[in-house]
């Protein structure tokens, strides 16, 4: 597990996810980045096997490190049931117990708990389960051994996270996930992208404009923030991410999210609003995902792309 | 011949009473192709017109031949004279034997079959041996109902664009705890495809199977993907071999598996939902043993064929291609041959198929459950291999007695009718009754109107024999179906792609009289007269063949000394046939260009035996009909991998034909590279040097082109121009020169730079000099297109003119030699003949559209003139004229025994004083000679040689010749001083001695 925290702490939720994850699984290895104090680095080392490293090469170094650690190269790393690597970037809302046990059925090589056809179909990596075999593969290996740390957020997503679901596709390994879309998830989703579309900046208003806004209402949508309120669906989506509450990606409502998610799964969300805000100066706004304002004759139609508190 | 043969036929209505009144519609022949019996003409006529063209309506016509249907045929008019029916028919002959069938309605052809009985002689072209109508047409009958009893094999073969009718559901079946069917998948270094085949398999909607996976020791991570598959599919067998062969992992697999019946999957077709259902449920409810799905193939043009295979084993060996994912087979019979055989590396189903047909029928289920999703087809040389082993079988060719003294010639028939027909006619042609030939015939896949033909045509012979092959072969496999076969004590392996060789058997057959030669070959080379190929050599390094002497003029490689070669490398070989049958002839292996090669070092290296070329037997090919010997030669590197260092040899094989090699060069086809990203196909050439004596008593052997300006062929030959340059070759040829008397066409040649001296026989061309040569320019005709330019550019020039030499020499500045013509005393000499015993007065000589005024005068003055030469028509009377050709060799004798010789000149020629060479041959053979008054003449002849201006000075000297002309004995002293000084050998002594000279400069 990646860990990061600008203060040199650990999150309540993490705190929370690092508990549940470690009553699930054999071995649980923090690879943390942060500053840590030496409270959080005596939590963290007394439930797992904690690495500490200097911050770079965001979450994909952390997993290397670890895997590395862990006995990828030279160990017995492919003698476990699966291998798993996450982050802390989200909140978990379903027991790792049961999402392992129904996916251990599952006739795939590799999974994660969502998968998305943005970029190209790839597992998302904030949480990716390997089978063994996989683990022991040529191109797993491969892989991780030739990761070089990268310092933007997009290029770690188009050639850590594309590219290592892209590697183990191409030698013919299956993919999974956990959430699974339904068809109605599918249209509300179609439609979130649409709305998303119409608020994205860059589209002026000539033919060019028009095609170009067409495009990107057909574009495929990330899960993680299209389909975020699946939480509240009994846990459907067994998470939700951080950054869909700090940025409301698409312009759906995140607070609204905040506040629906605190009432129906207090548990999980305690605290989460306070570390938001304590963090809140750590993740300045990202402008090229900032939205225009809603056009007057798209309002009506909030009602009925925004998050919801039930399905 | 049909040079439309091959045009479309324009389509004309048929007209039913003019076919059935033309007599040309034999109903037991159409009965015969279409496998019926007809009661009426009409019966037979409205089945024939159903079929089009893919039938012929009588065994002497046939549409494709004629380029036209039979109602075209008998709607033509005076077109039927011309047009040629059938390979066996000559229609000029049946007008000129007999006139009056031009008459007939429906022409010629008509007219012979209205009268023909059973014993008439069928009117055959001139070279097929004559057959009487009842057994030509018996023989066709029987060719007919031969090929039709096979059409269900033929049919077998073929694709379609129609998708087959479905046959009906099989019953369902049961699923127990024990697979039904064992699946068998090999896969190597293909993770992703084995996922896909996985996924075919599991949607399958009959699930009593097993499926076992063999990997065939992958280096990626196809191993790790069938871990995955396998831990969720409790059905999937996961096997993992070392690398081998596919016919060895499949093996292993059927060694797993555990299913009554057993199919192979792969990842060149996708199975349909239904496949396992449908094709197990068939086996089961039948009792079959095997059975084969129809299947899908999508074409690159967006299109679909269809196949659906089945039946017994003719059937089978009519494929060249065989989709085992279309198979289920019980899986006992495939255990009890052994599986597949691991010793090959391709084409293994098509191997087991054919061995399990040979107890087993192949069922055919007409649904369509396969797709073939790859394009990629198989190693054709596994599949040669193979089909090979099931048609030829060389235990038993060996056991054949072999006849001494026959010769056997194996040909390939192409699908070009005309050209085998030519091959048949002209090897079968110059037979005598003692000749004992066999011919064998082996077409793959004739069409119909090639295959009968064909079989009439052979059933003129008495030892010839088509072998029609169902399957398409290569042309080493069907020479090797047909080797197989011959009873010859010598065996001659030809491919109809050339044009036949006039007569190079014979020759070649006695070549292999000594023991020590194996393969005999002709010296191949072009029209124009350059070396194709003289056997194939070898540099150095990796085996890659080259043609000896490619390029190099014929007259090198007939004064080849000793004939030897590393390998033959010919359209036409011949071997003895117990080699070649102990050999198992051809290696298929080799593809279609080098066999001939491969089996010449095959010889060399197991049997010590050694390939020779026989200049005598020379064959003409056209440029490229020769196989392609370059470095991207898939059959070069067949050759390679089989034979890594070239057999040795080639220096020898140089040094024989007189030359030593200095280097290799490696050359690109023109055009092939223009940018410095291309690669194109090198193809090497060795760089030779005429070898020298280093000592020699004499003058120097030199190398000479003689050049002239008559073009290349047999017209080109009869050139005044091309007689008098061989004569010259032949005497400095006695002065121990190599020469080549190089036609226009060879002007350019490059092997002209291994020559020393270039020697112009200068006619209608102008000559740019050779660089580098010494260079010659004789004048002996059109002086009048010679100008100083021209003179000064030669290094020495010779005129056939005293006074031309002295007034264009002078006029120019350049030093002109008089080099007067001469003439042959081998063939003009006084002993040719009797004086007085042949024709009173002679002349021989073409008109060149001129009454030249030789014949003009005497003709005028009443004398009887016989005259030989050609375009004589327009000026003679026929009886006049007495051969429009006389050989070189006869003119002797007529000059000798002639009472007189007339002869004129060209006016440029008088004018100039060029003498013409018939003076020179007829004063040395003693003859009396009538000329026209030209400079010179008597300085050479004194007054043997009387002159005429007109036809009262040609009066007195034919009204009494042995008063107007000096006695036979003064005649006699002439002739030995023009032999003495004017003959070819005396000229060419004055030009060696020039060109000695010249060179040493």
Known sequence: MAHYDHRGGVG??????????ASAVDKLLVVSTADLTDRSRAWLGERAELVERPNYGYDFTSYQVGLHRAGLFGGDLSSYD??????DTYVPVTPYDAIFDRMAAEPVDFWGLTVTDRVAPHVQSFFVAFRPWVVGSQTYRRFWSGLDPLSTRRQVILRHEVGLSLGLHGAGFRSGAYFRETDADKRLARRRVRWWAAHRPGVSRSREGLEKLRERSREPWNPAAALADRALDNGRLPFVKLDTLRYDPYGLGADKLLTYCEERLPDAFAGVRDFLDETAA??????????RSTPPALVPLRRQVEYRRAP | MPPESRTRAPHVPADPQAILASGLLDRDWVGAQLGMVFNTDREALERLLEQDAKCSPHPLFEQSWAGRSLAAY???????????????????RILDEHPQAARHTYGPLSWWVSQAGDDSLVPVPEGVRQVRWGHLRAAALEAAERRHSSAGVRRAHRSSRRAPTPTPDPPALPVGDEPLVSIVLTVHDDGPRLREVVDAVQAQTYSGWELVVVDNGSDDDTTAVLTGVAAFEPRVVPLTVPRGSTARARNAALGKARGTYVAFADTAHAWRPDFLRVMVGHLHASGASMAHAAMRVPDAAGGEWFRVVGGRREHLLAHDHFDLACLVVRRDLVTQLGGFDETLGGAEGLDLVLRLSEDARLRPVR???????DPEEEDPRWTAAIVERHLVDWEAAGRRPRERGRVSVVLHASPDLARTVRWVTRTMAPLGEADDIELVVVGSHLPRHVELPLAML??????????ATLPRLGAALSTNIGIAQTTGEVVVLARTSVNPPRDAFRALVAALDDPAVAIAQPLVTDRPGLVVSAGAVFGPGRTLPEACMAGLPVSDAAALAARRVPAPLSPVVAVRGADLVRAHGFDVWMGDTLPEIELGIRLAVNDGAATIVVPEAAMVIKPRQLARLDTASADVRALQERWPSPPPGSDEAWAGAGFEVVGRRWEAPAGAARGPLDAPALAPRTLVRPRRAAVRQGPPALRWALDIAAPSGPRGQRWGDAYFARSLAEALTRLGQRVSVDNRDLRQRDSRDLDDVVLVLRGLDRVVPRPGRVNLEWVISHPDLVDAAELASFDRVYAASTTWAARAGAAAGVAVTPLLQCTDPRLFNPSRGEPDTGAPVLFVGNSRDVYRRSVRSALAVGARVEVHGADWDRFLSPDLIASTVVANEELGALYCSAGVVLNDHHDDMRRDGFLANRLFDVAACGARLVSDEIDGLSEVFGDVVQTFHDETEMRPLLADPDAAFPSYQTRLALAEKVIREHSFDHRAEVLLEDAVRLLAR
């Open chain 2, 74 to 92: 008998l709607g033509e008019g005076t077109a039927r004279s011309k047009v040629s029916p059938h390979p066996l028919v000559d229609v000029r």
């Open chain 1, 82 to 87: 699966e291998v798993v690597i996450c982050n």
């Open chain 2, 458 to 467: 052979m059933a003129t012979y008495p030892r010839a024999r088509l072998m």
């Open chain 1, 282 to 291: 750590y993740y300045p706004p990202r402008p090229h995902e900032k939205l």
């Open chain 2, 367 to 373: 649904r369509v459950l396969v797709d073939r999703t």
């Open chain 1, 12 to 21: 309540p939720h993490v705190r929370r996810q690092v508990e549940t994850l």
